[in-house]
């Protein structure tokens, strides 16, 4: 990657000065933990190096795959001591899904569908994705309703949830009764989840099991028991 520190993460000089300077941000600047730009950039086990190395509270990479796969590999090369933006969710269920009013692509996306919600930060958009926008991605979607849709599915759903900041100013009442909704029921980044979708992938609801109850979900249009399968 061109615009990359060119850094021999197997030297023993370079680990032992960026785990310096990690200490250094952690422990006088107060830092708690890190955020990985361009996290395909090296190896994972420097990654957890890294996090042992400074005793980092919490950890997360950007790295840019879909594929829940490759996340889950990459995660694994981290000793399991990093989680990963679930590039797998954003992708499939908020611009393949909701961006093109199909709800069936919500069932099972991402990370979270793949078992490992306890590492996944799940997000609707980003700096970069926002900007990078194309006509399925959600970053163009400027529908209200829309918008509301997906910040209930991603405040709703097990795993790390990271606020668009965009998203947070223009909605911040409502985003802030989801969060004192999820914070009741206590849902968690290992909640489990019970989903499913319409037929004809127009509406979608789960029952998402908290640590005091359980929340409902249901989105899109609203169907009855025998398009449900009832």
């Known amino acids: 990657y061109g615009g990359a520190r060119d850094l021999d993460h197997t030297n023993p000089y370079v680990l032992q000065f960026v785990s310096a300077y990690l200490n250094w941000m952690k422990n006088v600047i107060g ?10 950039g090296f190896s ?19 790295y840019y795959d879909g594929n829940p796969d490759v996340l889950k590999g990459w995660i694994h090369g981290c ?3 990093s989680l990963a933006f679930d590039f797998g969710t954003k992708f499939t269920a908020f611009n393949e899904g ?6 069936y692509k919500l069932q099972g996306a991402g990370l979270l569908g793949a078992g490992y919600s306890k590492y996944a930060v799940t997000f609707i958009d980003n700096h970069d994705t926002f900007e990078r926008g194309n006509g399925i ?25 990271c606020i668009f900041y965009p ?20 849902v968690h980044s290992e909640s489990s989840v ?37």
């Open 137 to 161: 991605d959600f970053a163009n979607i400027n529908n209200k309703d829309k918008i509301l849709q997906a910040n209930a599915y991603l405040l709703s759903m097990p795993g790390v949830p």
């Open 31 to 40: 830092y708690d933990g890190w955020r990985w730009d361009v996290a395909k």
């Open 79 to 81: 000793a399991m001591n």
């Open 44 to 62: 994972p086990r420097y990654f957890n190096e890294y996090n042992l190395a400074s005793n980092a509270y919490f950890s997360v990479g950007e």
């Open 167 to 186: 998203h947070w100013k223009t909605h911040s009442s409502a985003l802030k009764a989801m969060i004192l909704a999820r914070k009741a029921v206590g």
């Open 98 to 103: 909701l961006a093109s009013n199909n709800y």
């Open 194 to 230: 019970s989903d499913e979708a319409a037929g004809d992938g127009s509406g979608y609801r789960a029952y998402v099991t908290g640590t005091n109850g359980t929340l409902i979900l249901e989105l899109g249009s609203w169907v009855s028991d025998s398009q449900w399968g009832y």
